[in-house]
């Protein structure tokens, strides 16, 4: 699950980790009494939405008057800002971040993620500040700095002082950057996050670290442990289809292709998308109804794999504890409920596999049953014009 930065930064201060002060604001009136109650003659106001790039996609900027707050607030929100994370349609800005201004001497970058090849959530920082991390590893790898920190002990003081000694900070700076890191850590782990990064992380003109930016996300599989935290879910910033889907206990992703895809396991997701590639065509989505559906989740699920990009759906179904007769009759039944106008391609395997087929083939709808997972992916292919 991803937060707001205002909402990672308020997680952070519970931790210790400073943050410039700021106000949340819904319109340029909030904005605004922001901007009076944090003081001083410098703020900034930035557009809270789920995705980076905001920066140089004009979505944080330097306010010197309360005129200043108030015009952007009311160019911010409700406009749709475009970033490279958001895709061409951009994401609607519903609230924006009025914050101090901060006297910056230097920009840095920190970040914490699981390293799954050694099973180690593992600390970056970089001098290169304020650019993204993917450019660095790119470009100048040898600028991102590396501590593993082992689960038996945790983060230990020399690593963090190793890693500042690297960004090239001396007395107080070091203190600041080993306390913040601690903060950081604790937090990372406390909270089940899953990414925690800070870019930029700056050192101020009294050399003090501060968090100027905050992104983190929580593995959703621990969020029941978690309820401060899902206080914090958005689904205004979602794919509501996802959204739907959630609510009924089904795992849907959207992706860019057109063909539609409804599966059951992770593992049959992955390689039908796969092999839908091996054949020249693309996943416009996949659905996953796991092990246990019923009749009217599969239906529903169905329902959800049909949107404006789909030009064929690819039902591929290898039936244990989800049998194939309960996903023929949802998909019947979804089928004429929706009045399907795109090519079908079913494959099913497994538990109850000839009631289900006869189900599908007795329906008197224009159903394609495919022989194996590659007839599948062929037909879908086919179907959507790429062969």
């Given at each position: 699950m991803n937060i707001h930065e205002y909402q990672a930064k308020e997680v952070l201060r519970s931790y210790g980790v400073p943050t410039p002060e700021g106000r949340p604001a819904f319109n340029a009136d909030e904005a605004v009494q922001a901007a009076d109650e944090l003081g001083g003659d410098l703020w900034v106001v930035k557009a809270q939405i789920h995705a980076g790039g905001r920066g140089k996609a004009g979505g944080v900027q330097l306010c010197r008057s309360k005129d200043d707050i108030r015009a952007v607030a009311d160019r911010l929100l409700?406009?749709?800002?475009v970033t490279h994370q958001t895709g061409a349609d951009g994401q609607e800005v519903r609230r924006i971040y009025v914050e101090s201004g901060v006297d910056i001497a230097r920009e840095l970058y920190l970040g914490l993620v699981l390293d799954r090849e050694r099973s180690q959530v593992v600390v970056m920082a970089s001098r290169e500040g304020g650019v993204e991390i993917e450019t660095v590893a790119e470009e100048t790898p040898e600028l991102i700095h590396k501590e593993w920190i082992d689960p038996a002990v945790g983060l230990?003081?020399?690593?963090?002082?190793?890693?500042?000694?690297a960004l090239g900070l001396s007395g107080k700076s070091v203190r600041s950057f080993v306390k913040v890191l601690g903060g950081l850590t604790r937090a990372y782990h406390d909270k089940d996050a899953s990414l925690m990064e800070i870019n930029p992380?700056?050192?101020?003109?009294?050399?003090?670290i501060v968090a100027l930016d905050?992104?983190?996300?929580?593995?959703?599989?621990?969020l029941f442990r978690h309820k401060d935290i899902q206080e914090y879910r958005d689904v205004n910033?979602?794919?509501p289809l996802e959204v739907r889907a959630n609510d009924l206990g089904l795992n849907y992703i959207k992706l860019d292709g057109n063909v539609g895809c409804m599966v059951n396991g992770a593992g049959l997701a992955m390689a039908t998308m796969d092999i839908l590639d091996t054949c020249g065509a693309q996943p416009?989505?996949?659905?996953?109804?796991?092990g246990g559906a019923s009749k009217e989740m599969v239906t529903e699920a169905f329902k959800i794999l049909v949107d404006?990009?789909?030009?064929?759906?690819?039902?591929?179904?290898?039936?244990?504890?989800?049998?194939?007769d309960v996903i023929a009759e949802g998909i019947v039944a979804a089928a004429a409920e929706v009045g399907?106008?795109?090519?079908?391609?079913?494959?099913l395997e497994g538990t109850n596999v000839e009631r289900g087929r006869d189900i599908l083939a007795n329906s008197g709808l224009a159903i394609t049953p495919a022989k194996s997972m590659k007839d599948g992916a062929q037909l879908a292919a086919e179907a959507v014009g790429r062969l």
């Open positions: 409700g406009s749709r800002l230990q003081g020399f690593q963090a002082r190793r890693l500042a000694f992380l700056v050192v101020t003109g009294a050399d003090d905050a992104k983190i996300n929580f593995d959703g599989n621990a910033e979602e794919d416009a989505n996949f659905l996953d109804v796991g404006d990009n789909v030009a064929a759906i690819f039902v591929n179904i290898f039936g244990g504890i989800m049998k194939c399907l106008a795109v090519p079908l391609i079913v494959r």
